[in-house]
């Protein structure tokens, strides 16, 4: 069965540092999507980015990327410049299509990220 | 007003009560799902609409059960609600891929159910 693990429940980084949130998954699909979500203290699901499994380069943006490395099935979100606002719970995500035509989005259980002044 | 209107976004309930949870979008999106979200068990799929005609049970539809009445609409009702059925629950919609979009998930804010 598909699966996203997130091994890291919690994690601390200081203000300005970058950290890596891991994200593992599991598929027998060629063709699927990876995504990252953020979600602050206010409970709202904000798109963070998206890698496509053909894609070759790494998906950046603005201070995020996503270091994805298909051979180790794995898709880990860098985060530049910690700031503040960064304090969040993080979900990986999985689209994959299923027999029927549609796509499901299957999701880790977060890391919650806090930013130390 | 937000592209993904769930309502209400705060009830709380009994024990055997009838609870619809209602969700309407107005991205034109034909891909409709609901979630629920747990501490530490992250987002779980309970039902998912590919369009009017189309409903799949997603890993947790036991005791859920979904309508959808037109593209824009799509409730999660819970027949007989039991306390383990406390969560936030989300509603979502999804762009095919093959267009401009990355075909990420496009969040309602969210509906807090408490069952007592």
């Known amino acids: 069965a598909q699966k996203i693990t997130q091994t890291q429940p919690g994690m601390f980084v200081q203000e300005k540092e970058a950290v890596t949130l891991d994200c593992t998954y599991d598929t027998s699909d060629q063709s699927y999507g990876l995504f990252w979500y953020k979600q602050p203290s206010s409970g709202e699901m904000i798109f963070l980015i998206y890698?496509?499994?053909?894609?070759?380069q790494n998906a950046t943006e603005g201070r995020y990327s996503l270091n994805f490395q298909k051979a180790r099935k794995s898709a880990n979100l860098v985060i530049s410049a910690s700031q503040l606002g960064d304090s969040a719970m993080y979900f990986c995500a999985m689209r994959e299509l299923t027999t029927s035509g549609t796509y499901k989005y299957i999701f880790g259980t977060g890391t919650r990220l806090k930013v130390l002044a | 007003d937000a592209d993904v209107t769930q309502t209400p976004r705060n009830r709380i309930t009994k024990t055997g009560k009838r609870i619809m949870l209602e969700c309407s979008q107005t991205?034109?999106?034909?891909?409709m799902y609901w979630y629920r979200q747990d501490p530490g068990l992250g987002l779980r799929l309970i039902y998912y609409?590919?369009?009017?005609?189309?409903?799949n049970k997603g890993e947790i539809s036991d005791g859920y059960s979904v309508s959808r009445q037109a593209q824009a609409k799509f409730s999660l009702s819970l027949e007989s609600a039991i306390p383990n059925q406390t969560a936030l629950y989300f509603c979502?919609?999804?762009?095919?891929?093959?267009?401009?979009?990355?075909?990420?998930?496009?969040f309602g804010e969210g509906s807090r159910l408490t069952v007592l």
């Open positions: 609409s590919f369009d009017v005609k189309d409903i």
């Open positions: 991205k034109g999106h034909d891909r």
């Open positions: 979502a919609t999804s762009d095919p891929t093959g267009g401009p979009d990355t075909g990420e998930l496009f």
């Open positions: 890698q496509g499994s053909y894609d070759e």
